[in-house]
Each structure stands twice: as C-alpha cells, then as structure tokens.
C-alpha cells in the first residue's frame, strides 16, 4: 500500500515515515503544500496524511479539495494543531476522512490508517485469500496450504499488490507504482527480480498450479489460469 504524506515538519515527517515503513507501507513525503498538491494529482496514492498548516499554500485542505474535485476517492487523514470544532467539521466538510490532533501517539496514527484502508468502499479486505494463498494484513501472516511463509518487505507488498488485483495483468510501471516509493532508485528488471523470488516462495515449493503468471508484452497477474 502506497501512502503521501505531506508534512513541513521534517522531524515529525520523517518519524512517521519510518514508522509507516517498518509496517510494510510505501510512503513518499512532500514538505510543502505544492509538491504535496502536485503527488496528490498525479501519483495513484492508497490514503493521504495531510498537514493542515503547510508553506506554499494558505491551508492543507486546498489539496483535499483538489484531490475530490478531480475525482479521486483515496482516504485522507489530516493533522492538525487546531482543535476547535469548527475546524474539524470545515476539514470533513472539505472530503476529509478523519482528524488526528497534534501532538498524538503514533499507534493512534496507524490504528487510524489502518481503519481508513479497511473502510468497504475501499474494497480492503483485512485477509486476501486466493485459492490456497493467505495474505493477513493485520498479522502480515502469509501462508500456503497452511503453511507459513517468510517474506521481505518488499515481497510482501508486491505480493498484496497482487492479490488486491486478482487476476488482473498489471504493468511494471503500475506495480512500481504502487509498491516502491516515489524517490526509490528502480532498475529495469527490479520487477522481475521480485517476481522471481515472491516465485520462489509461493509456487515453486508447492504442487499444483502455478498461482503467478506472465502475461509477456503486458505484465504480471496473480490466480488459477
């Protein structure tokens, strides 16, 4: 799962930033209100945190209104130092999804991203089943045939990527996309090499049908062929 985060305070950016990744996240980060706005619109992002107070623009929800006025439905978390009332109804007024007040405990933060991305309009089941293949994203538990399987970071959020589409052919570039972050330095067979392991630990070990395909000129997808 791919998260924005657009924060001024680098301090508080990138404390959240690691402990986003060290739950299996991608997020990219954006320190002003106009690179924040420029991801918002042209990344496919899976939720947004949101500061309210940002340079570059008079206020955070410029970039939530933004985003709903172009149609695009991801959740967005905002954080803010205000606690008034009327600021958090201006904010959820403004397509915000919920309101975190400043300071607070990063564990409320992720319980928080956590219920966001398991919200049903979402589609966000928080255990992926395909054929034998389990995926909890609560547990980050995976197994097959019942049997527990060890997977990287990376694997692991290539192989939810995967199942969250099942079979669909995505692209390289859509699962870059959506499982590496912005700034991370990719190479052209960075994809295939993740295959092949995520291959490796799913397939190969087991009998029966391959649940990894290539789909060759287009991609990759994931179910019974």
């Given at each position: 799962?791919?998260?924005?985060?657009?924060?001024?305070?680098?301090?508080?950016?990138?404390?959240?930033?690691?402990?986003?990744?060290?739950?299996?996240?991608?997020?990219?980060?954006?320190?002003?209100?106009?690179?924040?706005?420029?991801?918002?619109?042209?990344?496919?992002?899976?939720?947004?945190?949101?500061?309210?107070?940002?340079?570059?623009?008079?206020?955070?929800?410029?970039?939530?209104?933004?985003?709903?006025?172009?149609?695009?439905?991801?959740?967005?978390?905002?954080?803010?130092?205000?606690?008034?009332?009327?600021?958090?109804?201006?904010?959820?007024?403004?397509?915000?999804?919920?309101?975190?007040?400043?300071?607070?405990?990063?564990?409320?933060?992720?319980?928080?991203?956590?219920?966001?991305?398991?919200?049903?309009?979402?589609?966000?089941?928080?255990?992926?089943?395909?054929?034998?293949?389990?995926?909890?994203?609560?547990?980050?538990?995976?197994?097959?045939?019942?049997?527990?399987?060890?997977?990287?970071?990376?694997?692991?959020?290539?192989?939810?990527?995967?199942?969250?589409?099942?079979?669909?052919?995505?692209?390289?570039?859509?699962?870059?996309?959506?499982?590496?972050?912005?700034?991370?330095?990719?190479?052209?067979?960075?994809?295939?090499?993740?295959?092949?392991?995520?291959?490796?630990?799913?397939?190969?070990?087991?009998?029966?049908?391959?649940?990894?395909?290539?789909?060759?000129g287009f991609g990759y997808k994931l179910g019974i062929q």
């Amino acid at each position: 799962m791919r998260i924005l985060l657009v924060e001024d305070e680098h301090k508080i950016a990138r404390a959240i930033q690691r402990g986003l990744q060290q739950d299996q996240y991608a997020v990219d980060v954006a320190y002003d209100g106009k690179e924040g706005l420029g991801l918002a619109l042209t990344e496919p992002y899976d939720l947004i945190i949101l500061d309210r107070m940002l340079p570059g623009i008079d206020d955070g929800l410029q970039i939530c209104a933004a985003v709903r006025k172009k149609g695009l439905h991801m959740p967005v978390l905002l954080l803010t130092a205000k606690d008034q009332v009327q600021e958090r109804v201006r904010g959820l007024d403004q397509g915000a999804d919920d309101y975190l007040v400043k300071p607070f405990a990063f564990e409320e933060l992720l319980a928080r991203v956590r219920a966001l991305l398991r919200r049903p309009e979402q589609q966000l089941e928080s255990v992926l089943q395909i054929e034998d293949l389990s995926l909890n994203t609560t547990t980050f538990e995976v197994r097959r045939q019942n049997k527990p399987l060890s997977l990287s970071s990376k694997e692991y959020a290539l192989l939810e990527y995967l199942m969250r589409n099942p079979n669909r052919t995505l692209s390289k570039d859509a699962i870059i996309s959506h499982v590496w972050d912005y700034d991370a330095d990719i190479l052209p067979n960075t994809v295939e090499v993740y295959i092949g392991y995520l291959r490796n630990k799913i397939d190969k070990p087991f009998a029966g049908k391959p649940l990894i395909h290539t789909v060759r000129g287009f991609g990759y997808k994931l179910g019974i062929q």
